[in-house]
C-alpha cells in the first residue's frame, strides 16, 4: 500500500517509474519531502510537549486525588468510630433503648433492652421491632408510626401484659432522628417501672391504712370521750344517789334517837321498842350500803378472799329465796324455781349467794306487784348455768351490756327504783374470779334476764381478769 501511495505521489510530479526526472522534477520532489520532513517535526514536537504538560498534571491530579482519597479514608474511620461509640453507649446504656431505622427495624439497642423483652438470646439486627415483642404492638404500634412522621411521642405510666399474662409497668418515650442517607428513624428509650409503682401502691395502701386507722381512733376518742362523760353523769347520778341512801337512814336514826331520848319517860313500850326497830332497820340499812362500797372496793383491788369448796347451788338459791320471803309475800310475788343439777360446784357459796341475792333482789324491785320471778339451773358439759328472769320494765337493748358499769342505773329504772348501782358491779367481779361469765338479755315476754355460768370444777387459782358482758350470750 505504501509502494502504491508513492507512485501516485510520483506521478502528480510528471515523474513515473518508466520515465527519468528531469531537474524541475527533482527540485520539486526535493521541496515537497523537505516540507514533510519539516511538518512532521513540528507535529512530533508538540506532541513531546503535550505528553509532557500532560504527564504533569496527571501527576498533581493523582497527587490530589490521593489527597482526598486519605482525607475521605480518615472521615470514614471517624465516621465508624463514632458509630461504634455510640453503639457502645447504647449498648451499655442503663436504660432499655433501641435504635430503629425508616422501616421500624434495628439499627441496635442496648442489652438493658434486650434483657427487658426477655430477648437477650435472639439476633435482632434488621428484625422489626414489633415482631420481636408481640406484647407493645398493641399500644405502640401507632406511637411508633407517628415518631417516624417526626412527632415525639411518651408514656409517663403504661401497663403492659405480656404473654404469660404477667403485668409490667413501663415509662417510655420515641424520638425521631434523621439518618445520614435522610430516612426518617426513631430513637426508643423504655424503663421499668414495676417497683415505683409497687411502692406507690404500698404508699397508698398505707396511707389508706392509716386513714382507716385514724378514723378508727377519732371513733374510739369519741366513744372515749362519751363514755366518760356517761360515767361522769352516773357518778354524778352515784353522788346523788349515796348521798340519798346515806342520809336516809341517818335521818330515821337520829330522828328516832331524838324522840326516844325526849320522850323516853312518857312513851309506851310498845312505842319505844317500835322506835328502837326503825333505828335498827336503818342502821342495817346503811350497813348493807357501807358493805357493798367495801366489796366492790376489795373486788377490785383483789384483796378479796375466796374459797373454792364443793357445794349444792340448790341449797344456795332457796337461802336467798327464803331470805325475800316476807317481801315476797307482802307485794304477791311468785318465784318459779326449777333446775336440772347433778354434781355439786366447786365454788365459793357465800360469794354465788351474794350473786343471786343481788340478782334476785333487782328482780323483785322492777316486777310488778302479783308479779313473777322465774329462776333457772341446768348443769351442760362442765358448766352450770343459772338465770333469774323478771316481767318489770326490762333493759333497753344499748344499755345491756352498761348495767354492769359501776354506779350505772338503766334508764327506765332511774326513777323509782332507787339503788346505788353497784350490785351488778359486785356480781361480775365474783363470777369473774370464779372463771366463768355474766350478760343480761331481754327478757322472753317483758323485762330483763341476768344471767351467769361457772365452771362445775373451779379454777386453779383466782382470775383477775375481766370479762365484758356482751349482748349475745356464749354458748352453752
Not at 486519605?70 to 461509640?85: F, H, I, P, S
Request: charged share 30%.
Amino acid at each position: 500500500m505504501l509502494h502504491a501511495l508513492l507512485i501516485r505521489k510520483l506521478e502528480r510530479l510528471g515523474l513515473s517509474p518508466e520515465k527519468p526526472p528531469n531537474a524541475t522534477a527533482w527540485r520539486a520532489l526535493l521541496k515537497r519531502v523537505s516540507s514533510v520532513y519539516c511538518s512532521a517535526d513540528e507535529d512530533r514536537y508538540l506532541l513531546e510537549r503535550a505528553l509532557d504538560i500532560s504527564s504533569r498534571e496527571m501527576r498533581t491530579l493523582n497527587e490530589a486525588l490521593a489527597h482526598e482519597r486519605d482525607k475521605l479514608r480518615d472521615a470514614v474511620e471517624a465516621l465508624e468510630g463514632e458509630r461504634d461509640n455510640l453503639k457502645s453507649v447504647i449498648t451499655h446504656a442503663p436504660v432499655a433503648v433501641a435504635m430503629v431505622d425508616s422501616q421500624g427495624r434495628y439499627v441496635t439497642q442496648s442489652r438493658r433492652w434486650m434483657a427487658c423483652f426477655g430477648l437477650m438470646d435472639r439476633s435482632l439486627a434488621g428484625v422489626p421491632l414489633l415482631d420481636s415483642v408481640p406484647e407493645l404492638a398493641a399500644k405502640w404500634k401507632g406511637a411508633l408510626e407517628s415518631a417516624l412522621q417526626g412527632e415525639v411521642i411518651s408514656s409517663p405510666e403504661d401497663e403492659i401484659i405480656t404473654s404469660s399474662g404477667e403485668s409490667r409497668f413501663y415509662r417510655w418515650a420515641i424520638q425521631p432522628w434523621s439518618a445520614a442517607s435522610g430516612g426518617q428513624c426513631a430513637v426508643i428509650v423504655a424503663e421499668q417501672i414495676d417497683d415505683l409503682v409497687h411502692a406507690r401502691e404500698s404508699l397508698r395502701l398505707f396511707n389508706e391504712r392509716l386513714r382507716m386507722l385514724v378514723n378508727k381512733r377519732t371513733r374510739d376518742l369519741e366513744e372515749a370521750k362519751k363514755k366518760a362523760e356517761e360515767a361522769n353523769l352516773a357518778k354524778s347520778d352515784f353522788l346523788a344517789n349515796m348521798s340519798h341512801e346515806l342520809r336516809t337512814p341517818m335521818h330515821g336514826i337520829l330522828s328516832f334517837a331524838r324522840f326516844g331520848r325526849r320522850d323516853w319517860a312518857q312513851v309506851e313500850p310498845e312505842i319505844l321498842g317500835d322506835f328502837f326497830e326503825k333505828i335498827e332497820n336503818a342502821g342495817e340499812r346503811l350497813l348493807r350500803l357501807l358493805n357493798n362500797l367495801l366489796d366492790i372496793s376489795k373486788l377490785e383491788a383483789g384483796r378479796e378472799d375466796f374459797h373454792f369448796v364443793p357445794a349444792d347451788l340448790r341449797h344456795v338459791i332457796d337461802c336467798a329465796i327464803s331470805e325475800f320471803g316476807a317481801l315476797l309475800e307482802e307485794r304477791h310475788i311468785v318465784v318459779d324455781f326449777e333446775e336440772q343439777l347433778v354434781s355439786s360446784a366447786r365454788v365459793d357459796a357465800d360469794k354465788i349467794g351474794q350473786v343471786i341475792r343481788n340478782l334476785l333482789s333487782n328482780a323483785i324491785k322492777f316486777s310488778p306487784d302479783a308479779g313473777r320471778v322465774e329462776i333457772r339451773a341446768q348443769e351442760t358439759e362442765g358448766w352450770i348455768r343459772v338465770s333469774v328472769e323478771d316481767h318489770g320494765v326490762g333493759i333497753q337493748s344499748d344499755e345491756l351490756e352498761s348495767v354492769f358499769d359501776k354506779f350505772f342505773q338503766a334508764k327506765r329504772t332511774r326513777s323509782g327504783a332507787g339503788g346505788t348501782g353497784l350490785g351488778l358491779s359486785i356480781s361480775r367481779e365474783i363470777i369473774d374470779r370464779h372463771g366463768g361469765c355474766i350478760w343480761a338479755e331481754q327478757g322472753s315476754r317483758a323485762g330483763a334476764r341476768f344471767v351467769f355460768r361457772v365452771p362445775v370444777i373451779a379454777p386453779a387459782a383466782p382470775k383477775t381478769r375481766r370479762i365484758r358482758p356482751t349482748r349475745q350470750p356464749p354458748p352453752a
